[in-house]
């Protein structure tokens, strides 16, 4: 998974700054990386030198195998909360498109390999009746 941080507008791209954005993509979408080809973050200032409310933001777009680009934008305060704010929406919309195939919040299926085979034979006998 390649990680590519721009920013622009007034905020600075520190070293310090990319090590804590790749730490935490790395670490909150560990569970996709096979299927992550590349993720752009996109930090701004909207508003320069005048402070406003929400003028931070975030946009990051991933790239996954196979499949089109996702993107989520959030706008906050801060850059810690923009950048929690869309990596939150991005994991959702990954989830989404991946699905949770097995592993259905944390849980196994209650469906096993007998369950399985008991519902051929089932299906087997009805149809010699």
Excluded at 10 to 30: C, T
Excluded at 39 to 64: F, P, T
Excluded at 75 to 102: C, N, P, V
Aim: with cysteine.
């Amino acid at each position: 998974m390649q990680i590519q941080l721009n920013t622009s507008n007034g905020i600075e791209n520190k070293e310090s700054l990319d090590r804590w954005a790749d730490d935490e993509l790395r670490q909150q979408l560990h569970r996709y990386a096979d299927d992550l080809v590349r993720i752009e973050i996109h930090l701004s200032d909207e508003n320069g030198q005048r402070a406003s409310a929400a003028d931070k933001r975030c946009v990051m777009e991933a790239r996954l195998a196979g499949h089109g680009p996702l993107a989520a934008t959030h706008d906050a305060e801060s850059i810690d909360i923009a950048f929690r704010g869309a990596l939150d929406k991005l994991k959702r919309q990954i989830e989404h498109k991946l699905g949770r195939a097995g592993d259905h919040r944390d849980r196994t299926s209650i469906r096993t390999a007998a369950d399985d085979s008991m519902g051929a034979a089932a299906r087997s006998k009805d149809a010699e009746d």
